[in-house]
């Protein structure tokens, strides 16, 4: 089958842009002698998290306890929370994946913590964490200034076993232009550097500095003082990623495919995909950069001005090729949450649909049990 004779809309996946942006990355992190441990997140599929471990990611980022669930069920043996675990019934899940594989916490405060060793010392179990660090985001995590302070008050809990730090420069996402990148880099580095040395002049060994997201992968890639990158965006990129000059339009390996169903006016055409299929954000932290709902991939002519649930309007400005009845790929603003509304993707080389992959750690996919 070829492309474009799948029914529309639908989720296609360019496997050859896919493994090339995992290959760049990895390549990168092996010459920078840096382990990687990409976020889960972005695309949910167990195959696509193996894929990831065949190119050579060390372990896994996920979002969530079925995510991580399904990723060690799937033989994958090392697990990382980027977030504080304050639900028992989710800290009696990933103890027992603890039994399984390696897992690694992520705490910012005691509370949470406390409750996860009062099971660990019912089970006779240790457990690793990170400490997490508030490198701009003003999210998760303590000031590096705060952290001995922290850390001090969680070696009460001796089943539990501090191992480094961690953060997430999400606030990258809100920059007002792609110069705008490069100094939220260096505060990514600065700020985890003065924590680990603030922790260790203060008695406390720290093995490992982890940190990512992907448009800052590039800049710190290099940096000594990092040891785990954390990038999640890459395999797919979007056009968040675009507007940031991170990757080019023939790196989104994600797109959604669509029919011109209407043209109503000479400036105006109708396509079948929504916000069904698109999403309505700029970015979980919105990108001043992006105007529109999407891109239309190789039609610079077309901006995407409106989304219903399951139909799209697209502004025509100048003069176009496309008619009704032709098929569009459209970038997505935000793969992520892109990829989150759909079971499959449809893999293809070229024109030719190879494979499907399945979407199979979706949001709230684990069903509790009765």
Same mark, same amino acid.
């Given at each position: 089958?070829?492309?474009?004779?799948?029914?529309?809309?639908?989720?296609?996946?360019?496997?050859?842009?896919?493994?090339?942006?995992?290959?760049?990355?990895?390549?990168?992190?092996?010459?920078?002698?840096?382990?990687?441990?990409?976020?889960?997140?972005?695309?949910?599929?167990?195959?696509?998290?193996?894929?990831?471990?065949?190119?050579?990611?060390?372990?896994?980022?996920?979002?969530?306890?079925?995510?991580?669930?399904?990723?060690?069920?799937?033989?994958?043996?090392?697990?990382?929370?980027?977030?504080?675990?304050?639900?028992?019934?989710?800290?009696?899940?990933?103890?027992?994946?603890?039994?399984?594989?390696?897992?690694?916490?992520?705490?910012?405060?005691?509370?949470?913590?406390?409750?996860?060793?009062?099971?660990?010392?019912?089970?006779?179990?240790?457990?690793?964490?990170?400490?997490?660090?508030?490198?701009?985001?003003?999210?998760?995590?303590?000031?590096?200034?705060?952290?001995?302070?922290?850390?001090?008050?969680?070696?009460?809990?001796?089943?539990?076993?501090?191992?480094?730090?961690?953060?997430?420069?999400?606030?990258?996402?809100?920059?007002?232009?792609?110069?705008?990148?490069?100094?939220?880099?260096?505060?990514?580095?600065?700020?985890?550097?003065?924590?680990?040395?603030?922790?260790?002049?203060?008695?406390?060994?720290?093995?490992?500095?982890?940190?990512?997201?992907?448009?800052?992968?590039? =800049? @710190? *890639?290099?940096?000594?003082?990092? $040891? &785990?990158?954390?990038?999640?965006?890459? +395999?797919?990129?979007?056009?968040?990623?675009?507007?940031?000059?991170?990757?080019?339009?023939?790196?989104?390996?994600?797109?959604?495919?669509?029919?011109?169903?209407?043209?109503?006016?000479?400036?105006?055409?109708?396509?079948?995909?929504?916000?069904?299929?698109?999403?309505?954000?700029?970015?979980?932290?919105?990108?001043?950069?992006?105007?529109?709902?999407?891109?239309?991939?190789?039609?610079?002519?077309?901006?995407?001005?409106?989304?219903?649930?399951?139909?799209?309007?697209?502004?025509?400005?100048?003069?176009?090729?496309?008619?009704?009845?032709?098929?569009?790929?459209?970038?997505?603003?935000?793969?992520?949450?892109?990829?989150?509304?759909?079971?499959?993707?449809?893999?293809?080389?070229?024109? =030719? @649909? *190879?494979?499907?992959?399945?979407? $199979? &750690?979706?949001?709230?996919?684990?069903? +509790?049990?009765?």
């Amino acid at each position: 089958m070829k492309i474009n004779e799948l029914s529309t809309p639908n989720f296609i996946l360019d496997l050859d842009a896919l493994e090339n942006n995992l290959k760049v990355v990895q390549d990168l992190c092996n010459k920078n002698n840096k382990e990687l441990w990409p976020m889960t997140k972005t695309h949910k599929s167990t195959k696509l998290a193996q894929m990831q471990i065949d190119f050579g990611a060390k372990g896994l980022l996920v979002g969530t306890i079925d995510e991580a669930e399904a990723f060690v069920e799937s033989g994958i043996k090392a697990i990382t929370f980027p977030y504080p675990i304050a639900n028992v019934s989710n800290i009696k899940r990933a103890i027992e994946l603890s039994k399984k594989a390696r897992i690694i916490l992520s705490f910012d405060n005691v509370e949470s913590a406390k409750l996860w060793n009062y099971e660990l010392v019912k089970q006779d179990i240790n457990m690793e964490y990170f400490i997490l660090i508030n490198s701009g985001l003003n999210r998760l995590g303590v000031t590096p200034e705060n952290s001995p302070n922290l850390a001090k008050e969680l070696s009460q809990f001796k089943n539990l076993k501090l191992i480094g730090i961690s953060t997430h420069p999400g606030h990258v996402y809100a920059v007002a232009s792609p110069e705008e990148v490069s100094p939220i880099s260096k505060q990514e580095v600065e700020r985890m550097s003065t924590a680990k040395q603030l922790l260790q002049s203060n008695g406390f060994e720290i093995d490992v500095v982890a940190s990512g997201s992907t448009p800052t992968f590039f =800049d @710190v *890639v290099s940096d000594p003082s990092l $040891d &785990v990158l954390r990038p999640g965006n890459y +395999p797919f990129y979007d056009n968040i990623q675009l507007s940031l000059d991170i990757c080019k339009e023939d790196d989104c390996s994600l797109t959604a495919l669509g029919t011109i169903i209407s043209r109503p006016s000479e400036d105006l055409f109708i396509v079948d995909v929504g916000s069904k299929c698109l999403g309505l954000d700029k970015g979980a932290h919105g990108s001043a950069l992006i105007t529109g709902f999407g891109k239309v991939k190789g039609h610079d002519e077309l901006n995407i001005i409106g989304l219903s649930e399951e139909v799209g309007k697209i502004q025509i400005i100048g003069v176009t090729t496309l008619k009704v009845g032709d098929k569009i790929q459209i970038i997505p603003n935000h793969s992520c949450s892109c990829a989150n509304m759909t079971s499959y993707l449809v893999g293809y080389r070229g024109e =030719d @649909v *190879v494979d499907i992959i399945d979407i $199979d &750690v979706r949001g709230n996919s684990k069903k +509790p049990i009765l």
